[in-house]
């Protein structure tokens, strides 16, 4: 089992930053990739951004130039650092981890709420 647990969601003016983490635990030794998505209401859950075991990155277009995914090892810590925020950039934010052999991520966090204000 793998455990994720992601915070600092919150309320943003357009053009601010925040920084989402997500704190992973358990099996980790198991873990490809580690990604960030996002769902807006009424929207279908869209990935972000996705780091590897080998530090290989992928963004959405979307967040491309806007959005920094990064890991700390040491830590089991995996970070979203959002630049230049927009209202289209609200959602619910979610950590989620995919294991060696899967296709799919099948371990998700709660999520966090995002808020960019106009």
């Known amino acids: 089992q793998v455990q994720l647990e992601e915070s600092g969601g919150g309320l943003v003016q357009t053009g601010g930053s925040l920084t989402l983490s997500c704190e992973t635990s358990g099996r980790l030794f198991h873990v490809y990739a580690v990604a960030w998505y996002r769902q807006a209401p009424g929207n279908e859950r869209e990935m972000v951004a996705l780091?590897?075991?080998?530090?290989?990155?992928n963004y959405a277009d979307s967040v491309k130039g806007r959005f920094t995914i990064s890991k700390d090892t040491a830590k089991n810590m995996v970070y979203l650092q959002m630049n230049s925020l927009k209202p289209d950039d609200t959602a619910v934010y979610y950590c989620a981890a995919m294991e060696f052999g899967q296709s799919g991520f099948n371990y998700w966090g709660q999520g966090t709420q995002v808020f960019v204000s106009s």
């Open positions: 780091i590897r075991r080998d530090d290989s990155i």
